[in-house]
């Protein structure tokens, strides 16, 4: 069995460790991670000291979730790539969940294969994600905890020839009928509130949820956007960071959305230990990613409309005020972005503009 280099050395520096499966002397397997080492050496040294006292090592069962734990404490990624990596494994891997990796057979890729279709994702994204899966399975091959990944088996995903995809996630937008019956489904007041400010606000996942009651202006009904909660990489230091590009905006709320938020402070101003620190979207921690993205995808799949991700709100939000001939400059100080980025970025949507200009200046 192969040792570990951990990303947390102890404050010696040791950082080297082994971990193994055993059985004891009942037959009963057990899992044994080792302290940590200063040298590689040591801790090979120690792991067969302890396999010769153990006298007997298997590899039987390895949790699915143990390993993708280990692959990524084990990943040399930056933070960003380790962040979307840990994500997409959680996000699109429930049907491996609690599985002995021995039994995830090329016929179960196939099937899960069929789930991520069922998504509504370009194929260059499904071909990233079938990656990230493929690559936890050759850790496994390489550790030697399986013989075979059958992600290599199975062929990635392939473009349809015949069929015009979406290639960039800006042109994928709700429109204001259906954003009205997607809502209309939702039958639980806090994730109204809680689409409906995405949708109307524009705000950026990770700043929606870094709201608190203290950014709220009650009495001018605006919003200060001046921070986003730091979920980059699985270790954080700091539980808030600046927004994207730093800039600090106050947006107006409109008022079908401002009785909802009054309607949601009215019933977390009764949580015991309530305060301004509190979260717009949670108590006292804010509500996380993954259930966001559990109750968007129900509720999507309820309303039979559409599957957006949560970034899309905000380019729905964008879509509808371009729609609606919103000044570009108040798109932009809206959106927290410069009118360069707004423009390059909702390009597709202007030449439907273009063409109402040339049908006033036809008139002339």
Known sequence: MPVYKSKEPTKDGRKWYFKCQYKDAYGEIHTKKSKKFEL?????????????????????????????????ENSHNKDGTLYSKKIN????GNIFKNKDIVT???????????EINNYNLVTST????????????????KNRYIELNPFRIISNFEKDPDKIEIKHEEELYLTPDEFNKFILTIDDDFWKL??????YMGTRKGEQIAIQWKD????NHTVKIYKQINIKGLKK??????????????????????GMIVGQYNKSSKIAGFNDEFFVFGDDKYISYTTIDRKKDYYFKLSGVKRITMHQFRHSHA?????????????????????DIVLKTYAHLFPQKEAEVLKILNQF
Do not use: H
Not at 48 to 53: E, P, S, T, V
Not at 126 to 135: A, E, L
Not at 194 to 199: G, K, L, P
């Open 104 to 114: 995830i057979t090329p016929l179960l890729v196939e099937k899960w294969k069929k």
């Open 216 to 219: 709220i202006d009650f009495n």
């Open 194 to 199: 809680f689409f409906s400010f995405a949708f």
């Open 237 to 258: 230091d700091n539980l808030f960071i600046p927004t994207k590009n730093s800039v600090i905006r106050t947006i107006s709320v409109p008022n079908k959305l401002w």
């Open 89 to 92: 494994l959680e996000k699109y």
């Open 126 to 141: 499904k071909q990233n994600i079938f990656n990230y899966f493929k690559t936890v399975l050759d850790y496994a091959v």
């Open 40 to 72: 590689k050496g040591q801790a090979e040294e120690a792991e067969r000291n302890f396999l010769m006292k153990c006298g007997e090592i298997t590899y039987d069962k390895i949790i699915w979730d143990d390993l993708v734990k280990e692959f990524l």
């Open 319 to 339: 879509s509808l005020l371009i729609s609606n001939n919103v000044p570009l400059n108040i798109i932009a100080k809206r959106l927290g972005d410069t009118p």
